[in-house]
Each structure stands twice: as C-alpha cells, then as structure tokens.
C-alpha cells in the first residue's frame, strides 16, 4: 500500500514537471511554440504592420481620444467568464487595458460552443484559467488575475471584496471598474455590495424568469452586440470621450435599443448602498470644478483666402412673395413654413355665345370652308 502512494506521488510529480514545461513553452515570446509576441513597453502611434496599437493609437490623430495610453493605466474586473464576460474580456485585452480580474467558478462545456470565445479542446478547464490562456496569447502586454471561485458563497465573498477594493493595477489600490456578467440576482446583489448600486430586484423569482437549460443569450450575435456596447462604454468612461449609457437595453426581436437614465434610491433598503451613495457624493464634490470655456465663432467674411463669396439667387420681394400670412398661434408653437396667398389671373376670361345650331350642321358648315 505505502509504495502504491509512493509511486503516485511521484507519478504526479512528474506531471507537474510536465504542466510547468508546457507553460513555459508556451509562453508568448519565449522560443518555439510560443506563437506570440514579445511584451511592449510603451505604445507607439508608428503606422506600420507589426504594431498591434497603431489602428487604436490612430483615434488620438483623429481627435476622438486625447490619450490613448491612459488605457493601460486602469484595471478592471470582470465578475461572470460566460457569454457576454469572455467577449469582454477579449475586446479589453485587444484595447490593451492595464489589469483584467477574472472571476467564475464554472467549468467550459461542449454546450458553450455556441459562444464566441472558448473552444473544443478547453472542455473541462476552469473558465477562468482557459480565458486567461487565451487573452495572455493575445496580448502579454495586459496583467491578469483570475479567481476560480463562487462569489456568492460566505467564505468567497470577504475574498472578492478584498480583491475589488485593493486589486488595481498598483496592490492596495481599488479597481477603476467591476462589469457584472452574470445571469442571475443573487450575485449581482452581491456585486452591488461592493460597487455602486446597478441592479435593484425586489420580491421578484427567478425562476419566471429563466427555465432550466434555457439562456437568454444563445446566440453569440447576442452575445457579441450586448459586449460590444458594454465595452464600449466602459471606453468612452475611462478615456472620457463621448456620452456614456447609464442604461441601454437591447431588443434582438425588433433591433430596438431603449435607453433611460438611473439614479440610485436615496431612500434603499441596503444600508451598504445608501453608504455607497454617501460616499460617491463626498468624492464628487471634492473634484476640483472644470470652467466651461465657451469659444466665439470665428466670423467668415466675403474677403476670405479663397474669394468664394454666398450669393442668394431668391430677391427679398420674391421671398416676401412666396410667404404667406402667419396664423395666430398660442406661445411656443411655431409653422414650419406659411403657405402664400392665390394671385388672380390677370387673363380675362372669354365666353362664346350659345348659337343653338347643332353639331351636324357645325360640321356641314366645316366641310364648306
């Protein structure tokens, strides 16, 4: 019996040495096998093949972004490698965002196959730990951290809030963002814990609102146009360039997109997310306030650098003529155009006599022209 142990302790040591040089073999920009690239220190705008930034780089020349490499300076956690989280975590990865925090506890399936992301041969991986090997193979400039455990559960949760508040990019620093991509309340309450309120169920069952082996999100065009929108908010927020969402629905059916704005309840239940909402107003208000600088409009005359000079081709008299009378209207409600008044013939019209005379004899009358 001892050396039935024996043998298998070894046997799995050998494995382990077989895991380890794997790994390192495969490790991007190590040698042979790796099929990667090397890390990159700084992003570069140059516009040439071999630079994975130069199209992202390309929004700063187009005014769109000041600082794109400010991207490399956050960290974000993704809670839920699903459907919509694994998508996520790729587009994040391409952008070259600083950290990812990866957190599921569940494992790859053949069933998930229908997603854009995990593939055959990762069946039986941890999602987490499959994700990562992908995303590392993408781009080795990002770091990871990933979490193979369940949120919800009483020993995991005091974990995932220590990690959310000091998990940034610099250790003992919070992350800048927590995307939930989970399908069901019980963790996105939990989630809500820890970040400010973004779901609010009450006396509502899950079970009415999804059946056993039925997900809402089968098709990875779903899948693929709900990530894409919540990336590219996530963008828009953490560089600062367009209007961020504070809610955007999507409906597949009719290509519909609601959208609304949300405020939290001052008035909540969860003494945790009244103090979140506390909090968040003390750290506004300390942000120093931005003076809004309104420019004049440059005013073009008819001498400009190019001598191209506006002509109206309509005369003010034929302007006034083809406007009608205004209609008296209440206050605030204007015409978009006045339909002009009728100008009478000046042609004076011509009557003819009735002769009484038939149309046989008019036609005999012709004929003797």
């Known amino acids: ?13 050998e494995l382990e040495r077989e895991l380890a040089q794997e790994r390192n073999r495969r490790v991007p920009g190590s040698g042979e096998g790796g099929g990667g690239r090397i890390r990159i220190e700084k992003m570069s705008s140059e516009v040439v093949d071999s630079n994975p930034y130069s199209r992202l780089m390309a929004l700063k020349r187009m005014g769109i972004v000041s600082d794109y490499e400010k991207i490399r300076t956050f960290a974000v956690a993704i809670v839920g490698v ?163 969402s504070f809610y955007l629905g999507y409906n597949a059916m009719q290509d519909f997109f609601p959208t609304m704005s949300m405020k939290p309840n001052p008035q909540c239940d969860d003494r945790n997310c009244r103090k979140q909402q506390e909090e968040y107003k003390k750290k506004v208000a300390a942000l120093p306030k931005q003076e809004v600088m309104q420019e004049e409009e440059e005013i073009i005359h008819e001498d400009n650098d190019w001598g191209i000079e506006l002509v109206s081709e309509v005369s003010e008299e034929e302007l006034k003529n083809s406007s009608g009378p205004v209609p008296d209207l209440p206050e605030g409600i204007t015409v978009a155009y006045t339909i002009p008044k009728k100008q009478e013939d000046s042609v004076t019209e011509v009557t003819v006599e009735d002769s009484g005379e038939s149309l046989e004899d008019l036609m005999a009358k012709m004929k003797n022209m």
């Open 82 to 244: 699903g459907g919509v989280g694994s998508v996520t975590a790729e587009m994040l990865t391409r952008c070259g965002i600083g950290k990812l925090l990866l957190f599921d506890y569940d494992k790859v399936e053949l069933a998930n196959m229908n997603r854009l992301f995990f593939q055959p041969h990762q069946a039986g991986l941890s999602k987490v730990q499959a994700a990562e090997h992908t995303l590392r193979n993408i781009n080795p400039d990002v770091l990871f951290e990933v979490h193979n455990y369940n949120i919800t559960t009483v020993e995991n949760f005091q974990h995932f809030m220590d990690r959310i508040s000091n998990g940034g990019l610099e250790e003992g620093k919070p992350v800048d963002l927590v995307l939930s991509c989970v399908d069901n309340f019980e963790a996105r309450m939990t989630i809500n814990t820890c970040a400010p309120p973004l779901v609010v169920a009450a006396n509502i069952d899950e079970k009415t609102l999804k059946r056993e082996g039925v997900c809402a999100a089968s098709l990875p065009t779903t899948m693929g146009v709900v990530a894409g929108i919540l990336v590219q908010n996530v963008l828009k927020f953490l560089l600062n360039f367009g209007t961020v």
């Open 1 to 13: 019996m001892a050396e039935s142990v024996e043998r298998l302790q070894q046997r799995v040591q």
